[in-house]
């Protein structure tokens, strides 16, 4: 094992994308979102992806050089066209806008689509509730979910991230799977020979298994609370499909690019000011006495906390990076 400066392993993931054809800005914003993701423990969007990237980058199914196009929706609504590239560069390009709009009017939706959403979601928010905001963000991804009742998978594992300012510039975020486990911990899990919980999946008859190969192998995750998960899988759906013009999770179809991994969907976000509200104390102090009613009740753990820690420790000691997976990361840069 070697602990990796985030710059180095940022430097390094530019490369792999550099060198498998997206464009520098490109390479530049998904390398810092997955080094971060692995910086902070985030293990089933870290380098365990890149080679999903790079498969799908060679499998020409998604545009890794391609410029958001950007469309004015009304005073609080901004729509963006990824055409086919990632949604973080796009989201990227509709930031400084979106916060504008947000600042002005109180609030602002961003409506992603025809975009590829491979990452853990809480990147995308966290930096709006750094500067003062209210953001929630919805992903569909593509149908390895099965409601209560279904013969077969329709909903992504379509992930709902919520960030909020604290007192003393702190946030809270939480960013969590519409499914019992990310896909990624389901391949995570096989890989290493986990089982996963009980009621996390059905195999390909739809008997419950704890076997991981199982449910990648024509099988289907579970949402968390049965039909409450499954509201908000459907939610999701409407408002980063519906409402954006992307595609539903069950509507991916990349049989044609043979290694493609990536979900052309669609991504929402809404971003709120929350100065805009009626809290004589301020959002922020609110935000504040709540967490502390949690502690004193007895709540440890706050969502985030883990994460936080784990990016304190690596930022402090490095990221660490067994040696097999470096290889697996020096292995992916083109010649
Ligand atoms: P987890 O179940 O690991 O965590 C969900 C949230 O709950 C996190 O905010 C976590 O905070 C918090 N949390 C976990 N345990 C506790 C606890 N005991 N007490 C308090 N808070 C807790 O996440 P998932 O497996 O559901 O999702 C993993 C990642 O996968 C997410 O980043 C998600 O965005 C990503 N994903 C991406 C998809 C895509 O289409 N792009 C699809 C599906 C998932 P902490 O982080 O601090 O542990
Ligand atoms: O881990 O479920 C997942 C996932 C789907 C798309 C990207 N990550």
Redesign the pocket.
């Known amino acids: 094992m070697t602990h990796m400066d985030f710059d180095a392993l940022v430097a390094l993931l530019r490369r792999i994308f550099q060198s498998n054809g997206t464009s520098a800005t490109v390479a530049d914003i998904l390398a810092r979102n997955c080094a971060s993701a692995e910086r902070d423990g985030?293990m089933?969007?870290g380098l365990f992806r890149m080679a999903g990237y790079v498969a799908t980058l060679r499998s020409g199914w998604v545009d890794g050089r391609v410029q958001p196009r950007m469309e004015e929706g009304g005073a609080s609504f901004l729509r963006v066209d990824a055409a086919n590239g990632f949604a973080q560069p796009a989201l990227a390009a509709a930031a400084p806008l979106a916060i504008e709009k947000a600042r002005a009017t109180g609030a602002c939706v961003i409506a992603i689509r025809h975009s590829h959403?491979?990452?853990?979601?809480?990147p995308d928010v966290e930096p709006f509730a750094q500067q003062g905001l209210v953001a929630i963000a919805m992903?569909n991804?593509m149908a390895y979910v099965a409601p209560p009742g279904a013969r077969h998978p329709v909903y992504?594992?379509?992930?709902l991230?919520f960030a909020a300012p604290r007192a003393d510039g702190r946030i809270i975020?939480?960013?969590?799977?519409v499914?019992v486990?990310?896909?990624?911990?389901v391949q995570i899990a096989a890989r290493d020979g986990h089982l996963l919980p009980p009621d996390a999946g059905v195999d390909a008859s739809g008997q419950a298994t704890r076997d991981p190969r199982a449910v990648l192998d024509g099988g289907a995750l579970l949402p968390f609370g049965g039909h409450k998960g499954a509201a908000i899988a459907l939610m999701i759906e409407i408002m980063a499909a519906a409402l954006t013009g992307g595609l539903f999770s069950h509507e991916v179809d990349w049989s044609a690019h043979p290694g493609a991994q990536t979900?052309s969907t669609g991504q929402c976000l809404i971003l709120i000011d929350p100065t805009r509200g009626g809290s004589a104390a301020g959002f922020a102090n609110r935000v504040e006495q709540l967490v502390t009613a949690l502690h004193d009740a007895g709540q440890e753990?706050?969502?985030?906390?883990?994460?936080?820690a784990a990016r304190a420790r690596a930022l402090r000691d490095g990221i660490p990076v067994s040696a097999d997976m470096l290889r697996q990361l020096e292995g992916l840069i083109a010649p």
């Open positions: 985030a089933s969007h959403h491979f990452a853990a979601l809480w992903v991804s992504g594992t379509n992930p991230a975020v939480f960013d969590q799977a499914s486990l990310a896909h990624g911990d979900p753990r706050m969502p985030g906390d883990r994460r936080l």
